[in-house]
Every structure is written in structure tokens, then in C-alpha cells.
């Protein structure tokens, strides 16, 4: 059973920083791209960046560049999302996603995970 397990979010001030993980198991995902998306109360979900576990290349949505940072490693099945200079706009439920295409779409990720909560005050 393929599993995406986040971890590290939780409540920081306005310019701080957060690192959230994602835990992959059940496959191998070394030819899989991984990606963080985002999603605030009434809002659609949101891209936020992706990685490819297999050569490691990077893509941030416009908002997040400079700010947030990702990384993969293909051993261990794992990645994570730094995020500094947090805003309390980054307020929202952060997914972890897996899929065989580096897209900025959602619904062309296979694999989703429960999601974390990161709350950023002003």
C-alpha cells in the first residue's frame, strides 16, 4: 500500500521558518516526481513546488521562489519543503504528492498525502 506521510508543520510567526517532510513507502518512487501543494480555507488547492527524485530538477510556483526551497532523496523515498520568510498568506493544509509527471496540476498526481497544517500569525 503506497503511503505520503507529512510532518513539521505547526503554528510560527510572521518571518519564520518552517521544514516540512513527506515519508514515501509502499513502491519505489526513484523515477517519480514530488511536489507540495497548498490549500487555504475556500481557496482551490495551490501548486507549490516540485522536485524530480530522479535528477533532482526543481520547479516553484512564481510566489514561493526565493522563499521556499525543495529537496528529494531518492534513496530513502523522502522529501522536504524549507520555507523561510513565512507570511501569514502561507497560512494553509500543505500536501505531499507523487506522480510520474512534473506538472503544476493536482489531479496528475497518483499519490497525495493526508496533508499538514502550517499557521503563520501576524
Known amino acids: 500500500q503506497v503511503q505520503l506521510v507529512e510532518s513539521g508543520g505547526g503554528l510560527v510567526q510572521a518571518g519564520g521558518s518552517l521544514r516540512l517532510s513527506c515519508a514515501a513507502s509502499?513502491?519505489?518512487?526513484?523515477?517519480?516526481?514530488m511536489a507540495w501543494f497548498r490549500q487555504a480555507p475556500g481557496k482551490e488547492r495551490e501548486f507549490v513546488a516540485r522536485?524530480?527524485?530522479?535528477?533532482?530538477?526543481?520547479y516553484y510556483a512564481d510566489s514561493m521562489k526565493g522563499r521556499f526551497t525543495i529537496s528529494g532523496d531518492n534513496a530513502k523515498n523522502t522529501g522536504s519543503l524549507q520555507m523561510n520568510s513565512l507570511k501569514p498568506e502561507d497560512t494553509a493544509v500543505y500536501y505531499c504528492?507523487?506522480?510520474?509527471?512534473?506538472?503544476?496540476?493536482?489531479?496528475?498526481?497518483?499519490?497525495w498525502g493526508q496533508g499538514t497544517q502550517v499557521t503563520v500569525s501576524s
Open positions: 504528492a507523487a506522480g510520474n509527471f512534473g506538472t503544476t496540476t493536482s489531479s496528475l498526481y497518483a499519490y
Open positions: 509502499g513502491r519505489s518512487f526513484s523515477s517519480y516526481y
Open positions: 522536485i524530480s527524485l530522479n535528477g533532482g530538477s526543481t
